[in-house]
């Protein structure tokens, strides 16, 4: 069953089309993450769904019922924001109780429930408090308290963790995921940190300019981005993007630009068309599949660099060179012991890697 | 190192040496505040110690001496006594019409005004930036224009030289500075909390009452101030839209120190004048902090 489904939604800001036509069905119990950097429409994509802005066109189900005219509190959503929007003048109870009476519940039920929510999320000790005297990560599990109350049956999160510093983030990023482990509600989460999204979601969205590029498991977009795009904004470091041209010579081949380097057959890549002619492409390797060292004698490509800047990041080393003008960076372990000016042995197993066409920029 | 040295370095204060409170600059600083202060104390000075003095002191001239007898009696006349026109019952008669006036002109004024900026601000209707074009325009139109065509409406309403008739009138004229002001707080409150608001299922006014209310006391308080006073100083619409026994404190003071017949009680006029702008200043001392306090959260976001 499904828990959201949108159906041809479009969404204009006076002659500009923020979301063009699109479609996204969320199964219930999912985390879907959407992706993308600012100004893709993923937070506007969420107020839709929210109720939160008036779409142009389309249709928007929860529960397999169309609630695309209902007001937001009357399509069973719980919303947590990036800036926490906790009411200032109210308690932390007040704050939790301000939708229950609302809804006009009954002063037993009002209290069970925020009882429960504030021992889920730990907050029992700060009821009394108002927001003004809690940290930033307190005030975000109000904010998720606030969401967990309404006993909704699906959670919106709008950059939840943007303005936390990188330790709680972390700490929070737990904590959401294993709130989601618990209730098993259908969560929608808006981020453009990679990190969160592949560490979070059962599926990922990647959105652009509107539209939604990929939508597929963490790994499947990790190991099989659709486009250049997508696979330069998953990864961290980025993927190296090698710039050369495939020969179909009975089997393909990829020739770096300049000849500095060439792959052994390419047979047995997933391509999604026949290469029958030459054709000019990016080959996208990411920098942790790189091998350095004897290791890279058993890969089927191998060559000789020259390191020019390393940067030690404690459990790993990146490092900086190039290949026939062309920028590429690896990971190797933060206990070798390289130095810029070093020359390396390197090597990599295309099959792992990843073809774009150099103008479309779509995968191969 | 001896022991006083050494107890001289844990207590003596750190930092630059303190400069001299008398130097050149503090001097000339202070000094021209002073003067200004003093200029600007003057006529309040004056107003104060004629406004205690009998009239044969006052024939004598000097203006700027204190009262030799302290008399209160000018107060008591321009309270109760002073004549305008017919009537010889004092300022107490404008003062209560003006309180009539003022109290509930400043309630209507700004529960509307508000409500207007909370929605121009967070529920962007069709049409809203016309709307709000429309009203802020209203605040460039001269009020001369409009003086005429009020009084035919006033009088077709049958509200002319009544009460009621001048409360439309203030709470008419203070709304499109009153919703601008308003609109513009509104707009500063972070728009997610609006969004919050909405998805735990308050409405409309749920909203504006639970949400943005509470959160606007200062803005609230700035804009009290502004139509206090700015109505009870009224001159213009009180002389036009009223009647000798519905004038408003100001007009009836004009009558009182402009009375031409008999002789010349500077002392009662004085007093009279002290009086009617009591009330105003009373607002100021007593919210003055509140004052500043709003017109800082007014401009600056945060």
Known sequence: MNS????????????????????LSVEKGEFLVLLGASGCGKSTLLNCIAGLLEINDGQIFINNQNVTWYEPSERGIGMVFQSYALYPQMSVKGNLTFSLKNAKLSKEDIEERVKNASEILQIEDLLDRKPAAL?????????????????????????????????????LRVEIKRLHQKLDNTMIYVTHDQIEAMTLANRIAIMRDGLILQLDKPKTIYNYPVNKYVAEFIGSPSMNFLKGKIVPNKKPVFKLEGGWCETPDLSNYKFKEDIKEERQIWLGVRPESIVVGDEAEKLPVKFNLEAEVVEPMGADTLVWSQIGGQEFH??????????????????????????????SEDRL | MTETQKNSIVTEPRGPKPRKIMSRRNIILYGTLLVVAIYYLIPLYVMIVTSLKGMPEIRLGNIFSPPVEVTFEPWIKAWSQACTGLNCDGL???????????????????????????ALANWRFKGANLFFTILIF??????QIMIYPLVILLRD???????????????????????LLFRNYFTTIPEELFKAARVDGARFWGIYFRVMMPMSLPIFVVAIIMQVTGIWND????????????????????????????????????????????????IYFIS??????GIAAGAVKG
């Open chain 2, 157 to 179: 309403l049958g509200i002319y030289t009544k009460l009621p008739g001048l409360i439309l009138i203030h709470s008419i004229f203070g709304m499109p500075i009153l919703t």
């Open chain 2, 138 to 143: 209203g605040a460039f139109i001269p009020y």
């Open chain 2, 235 to 282: 001159f213009l619409f009180g002389v036009i839209y009223t009647k000798p026994d519905t004038y408003p404190m100001t007009v009836q003071l004009n009558n009182i120190v402009n009375s031409v017949q008999g002789v010349k009680e500077y002392n009662v006029n004085m007093a009279a004048t002290l009086l009617t702008g009591l009330v105003p200043l009373t």
């Open chain 2, 288 to 293: 003055g902090k509140l004052f500043v306090r």
């Open chain 1, 135 to 171: 940290s930033g990560g307190q005030r975000q599990r109000v904010a998720i308290g606030r969401a967990l109350v309404r006993d909704v049956e699906v959670f919106l999160f709008d950059e939840p963790l943007s303005n936390l510093d990188a330790k709680l983030r972390t700490e």
């Open chain 1, 330 to 359: 690896f990971i190797i372990d933060g206990n070798s012991t390289i130095n810029s000016g070093d020359s390396l042995r390197v090597g990599f197993d295309p099959l792992h890697s990843s073809i774009f066409d150099l103008d």
């Open chain 1, 4 to 23: 959201i489904e949108i159906k041809d939604l479009s969404l204009n800001f006076g002659n500009v089309k923020v979301l063009k036509d699109l479609n």
């Open chain 2, 92 to 118: 107490s008669r404008g003062f209560w019409n003006s309180v009539q006036i003022t109290v509930p002109s400043v309630i209507v004024s700004i529960a509307i005004a508000s409500v207007n900026g909370y």
